[in-house]
């Protein structure tokens, strides 16, 4: 009996610790941005994350492969510093929001002394010169001097739309589609991520397995084991209009779809003959709002 | 004397720098009648408005959607335009959103760069590619796809036609 309530104290604090953890919601506008789209606007809701009820909220940003990697607006001059965050990372109340703030390009600020304009987010990562280095900036939110913070490790990022065309191992065409649209899903296993089951590198009849989800995640239907086409670019292809992808259950329609999950499988065959499925991870991506 | 060819002369060069009156250059083309009549798609392709404005390669700006879904190939669609407005479509197996039957018109007759179908309260817009393939027997329509937020065109959608 004793255990059983040790127990449940100790799930309960880690349910606890973890509301108190929770990663803060945001909104960008609009919602597809390039390294070099200009008049962004960040808007972040801190409700029940780490930093609800602190009044001057700043934001500590980094880019993935950068070097520097802290956003400009982190450090006034020399290398960014944890313990001494610039004020110009102190993000703009939102009027009748208590729980909201804002971040909007262009932004100016001083910095070393110059007054300097932000139109963009590779110049706000001091890329404004070569806009392709930065794909995917990650960020948490914290007090001023650091003793209360959100969660980092990219538990928030944006992903930005690419510059230039980059081969990967999973696209979708168009890059950002809706849920009326024609969509074609492309894998390309030449560039397997290494956390891939690696017997995908020689696995045959590649099909894909597509399901259609609501904005919390609840799946609404799925289609399995679709056909691949293989292309030029040596990619497997499957092309499908969501409305058309099955039967939506009663209730339901394409207009409840917001997602879309996408699960590759291959054959693989084994000594004694058997074939064995192998599967990738599961791709998502979200549909846009289009009119 | 003098005085008399000075201003004969003077009176010569002024008439002569009015311009001439231009000449009709022939009937204004009326699209309509030219339009009417049975159209089946041969081709359908989808491209990605930020992949071509970054000049990706054609393979990751475009795609022929034409014969994508082998079961329901998008060349099973046809439209009648009627000479009296009315129009007929017929999607066939395919997955074409159009609408299917209602009223036709040009959203300018002079100069039309938009074929506007209404059936009851529902109205679709389909740009018109170039005029001057009509007299061949040959249509381009073109649909855009906006992003709600900002109006920036994201997908664009192009049919070509030709005629029965």
């Known amino acids: 009996m004793k255990k059983l309530i040790i127990l449940t104290i100790i799930i309960l604090a880690s349910v606890g610790l973890k509301a108190q953890n929770a990663a803060p919601k945001f909104t960008v506008t609009p919602s597809d941005i390039d390294a070099l789209t200009e008049n962004v606007t960040i808007v972040f809701d801190v409700t029940g994350s780490a930093v609800e009820g602190v009044t001057d909220i700043y934001i500590w940003a980094w880019g993935e492969g950068l070097n520097p990697a802290e956003m400009l607006l982190c450090y006034d001059e020399g290398s960014p510093s944890w313990g001494s965050i610039s004020k110009n990372a102190k993000l703009d109340p939102v009027a009748g929001e208590p729980n909201k703030r804002i971040l909007k390009l262009p932004k100016t600020v001083t910095r070393a ?165 192998v599967n990738t991870k599961t791709f998502e991506f979200e549909f846009q709002q289009y009119e | 004397m003098k005085k008399i060819l000075s201003i004969l002369a003077i009176s010569f060069l002024v008439f002569a720098c009015m311009p001439d009156e231009i000449p009709p250059i022939g009937e204004k083309t009326d699209y309509k009648p030219m339009l009417a009549g049975t159209w089946n798609l041969v081709k359908f392709e989808q491209t990605d408005a930020d992949a071509e404005s970054k000049g990706f390669p054609a393979f990751a700006t475009t795609k022929d959607l034409t014969n994508v879904f082998a079961s329901h190939p998008y060349t099973d669609f046809s439209i009648t335009f009627n000479a009296d407005g009315t129009f007929t479509a017929s999607k066939g197996t395919s997955y074409m959103q159009m609408l299917t039957s209602g009223n036709w018109l040009l959203n300018d007759l002079e100069y039309p760069s938009a074929i506007v179908l209404k059936n009851g309260s529902t109205t679709q817009t389909v740009s018109l590619g170039s005029l001057a393939d009509v007299i061949v027997g040959k249509l381009q329509l073109k649909e855009e796809r906006k992003q709600s937020d900002t109006g920036k065109v994201k997908i664009k959608y192009s049919y070509s036609l030709t005629k029965n």
């Open chain 1, 113 to 277: 002394g110059t007054t300097v304009t932000f139109n963009n987010v590779a110049e706000l990562f001091g890329v404004g010169d070569t806009p392709g280095k930065i794909k995917k900036f990650g960020f948490l939110l914290r007090s001023q001097d650091g003793s209360k913070q959100t969660p980092g490790d990219m538990a928030t990022s944006v992903t930005l739309l690419p510059l230039e065309f980059e081969a990967s191992y999973f696209r979708t065409f168009p890059a950002k589609v809706s849920n009326k649209d024609v969509v074609t899903a492309y894998l390309n296993l030449n560039l397997l991520e290494s956390s891939e089951d690696q017997k995908l590198k020689i696995a045959g009849k590649i099909k894909a397995s597509i399901s259609l989800l609501t904005t919390n995640g609840t799946k609404i239907l799925t289609t399995e084991l679709m056909s691949t086409t293989y292309t030029a670019q040596g990619e497997y292809a499957v092309s499908f209009l969501p409305e058309k992808l099955g039967t939506f259950p009663t209730g339901t329609s394409i207009s409840n779809v917001a997602k879309c999950q996408l699960v590759f499988s291959g054959e693989v065959y084994e000594q004694g003959g058997t074939a064995q499925l």
